[in-house]
């Protein structure tokens, strides 16, 4: 009867250590930014020529989770006198550092880069193009051409 009485004595004693049973809600304020662009070009030259240009994402935040959506679509044909055309498609941030990176020479590719929270941005992230095609002037084809769509979603929690 003694053990039960301080067995009872104890676990009262300790019931107040088990917390308190009402939840507090957090709201929790997210930044949101989207933005979205395309690059295109279509090769009207005979011989093989090259084609550069980017696009400069401007986030300018850190620990912040970013999804890149980026479609490739183009066409290359395949000459007889030089090789295959190209679409190189670079993704770098502010210190030139290549995130992702991916190259078509046809066809429809679709890809999604994910930067996950624990990325600190550094500024901004730049998109870089860079391209070589011709036309071939003894066929009746479509000269060489490429499309690059993308579309960014950058959330990061505010302080």
Same mark, same amino acid.
């Given at each position: 009867m003694?053990?039960?009485?301080l067995a009872?004595? %104890?676990?009262?004693?300790v019931?107040?250590c088990?917390?308190?049973d009402?939840v507090?809600e957090?709201?929790i304020?997210?930044?949101r930014?989207? %933005?979205?662009d395309?690059s295109?070009?279509? $090769?009207? #030259?005979y011989?093989?020529m090259?084609m550069g !240009?980017q ?5 300018n /935040? /850190?620990?912040?989770?970013l =999804?890149l *959506?980026?479609?490739l679509?183009s066409y290359f044909?395949?000459p007889?006198? @030089?090789?295959?055309? $190209?679409? !190189?498609?670079s993704?770098l941030?502010?210190?030139? *550092?290549?995130?992702w990176? *991916?190259e078509?020479s046809g066809?429809? /590719?679709?890809?999604?880069v =994910? ?5 600190t941005?550094s500024g !901004?992230l /730049?998109?870089?193009v860079?391209?070589?095609?011709s036309d #071939?002037?003894t066929?009746?084809n479509?000269a060489? @051409? ?6 960014a979603e950058?959330m @990061?929690?505010?302080?």
């Amino acid at each position: 009867m003694k053990a039960l009485f301080l067995a009872l004595i %104890m676990l009262t004693s300790v019931s107040g250590c088990l917390g308190d049973d009402t939840v507090k809600e957090v709201e929790i304020e997210y930044g949101r930014n989207q %933005m979205s662009d395309y690059s295109s070009h279509q $090769f009207t #030259n005979y011989a093989p020529m090259s084609m550069g !240009n980017q696009s400069v994402l401007e986030l300018n /935040t /850190t620990n912040a989770s970013l =999804i890149l *959506n980026i479609t490739l679509d183009s066409y290359f044909h395949q000459p007889i006198f @030089w090789g295959k055309g $190209f679409a !190189n498609v670079s993704v770098l941030d502010d210190s030139e *550092n290549v995130i992702w990176q *991916n190259e078509t020479s046809g066809g429809k /590719t679709n890809y999604s880069v =994910i930067i996950s929270d624990n990325y600190t941005f550094s500024g !901004n992230l /730049t998109i870089r193009v860079l391209s070589e095609g011709s036309d #071939n002037a003894t066929d009746d084809n479509v000269a060489d @051409w490429y499309v690059i769509d993308y579309a960014a979603e950058c959330m @990061w929690i505010l302080e």
